[in-house]
């Protein structure tokens, strides 16, 4: 008689391979690899790969248009200030009227190449008003009056503050707008 080697049950049958055949008395043992995934499983596992690429897709979205807006902002802030710089140069301009478009000349003739899509003006001009020249600098500034100028109004002392704005047309995020202000001085002024 043989035995079986894991549990030295006796083996009957003329089969001593070990086969399936008949005549073959081995205990069936379902194979424990070949178990199937199951519905939910596989409903579940497709979820959350979907989950995952819409997070990284929404990513890309938010970093593609982040790094659009902050380009934009960046050139704007560069043509900001070179056009700050453009109306430094200018010559002074005494008792630059507050209303107007560009105290300094600026207009659609003279453009110093603002890129389209980006609108530059002067929103303010000020001027600087001494407590008492003669102990210091002390004082305030102060808007330019309409009688600037003219006999007994005010008086252009030859120092300005002017405020520039840049603005954005609207785009796929919005529009923007940026302001900077530069001081104007001039000697050439009797006080």
């Known amino acids: 008689m043989v035995r079986d080697g894991a549990d030295n049950a006796p083996v ?40 995952v690429v819409v997070t990284l897709v929404s990513a890309l979205f938010t970093m593609t248009v982040t790094s659009d807006r902050h380009r934009r902002l960046a050139v704007a802030d560069a043509e900001l200030r070179r056009y700050a710089e453009w109306l430094r140069a200018r010559p002074y301009v005494v008792c ?3 209303g107007h478009t560009s105290p300094y000349g600026f207009d659609a003739l003279d453009d110093p190449g603002v890129p389209a899509g980006l609108t530059a003006r002067v929103v303010g001009v000020e001027l600087f008003r001494y407590d008492d020249p003669t102990e210091g600098l002390a004082g305030e500034w102060v808007a330019v009056a309409p009688d600037c100028g003219a006999p007994g109004g005010q008086v252009d002392e030859g120092l300005q503050r002017v405020v520039v704005e840049l603005e954005s047309g609207a785009g796929a995020d919005g529009s923007f707008t940026r302001t900077v202000s530069l001081v104007k001085r001039t000697t050439e002024l009797s006080s």
């Open 12 to 51: 009957t049958g003329g089969n001593r391979s070990g086969g399936h055949g008949p005549g073959s008395a081995r205990r069936a043992i379902p194979p424990a690899d070949e178990r199937g995934a199951t519905l939910v499983e596989v409903v579940l596992t497709v979820i959350l790969v979907g989950l």
């Open 96 to 98: 630059a009227p507050a």
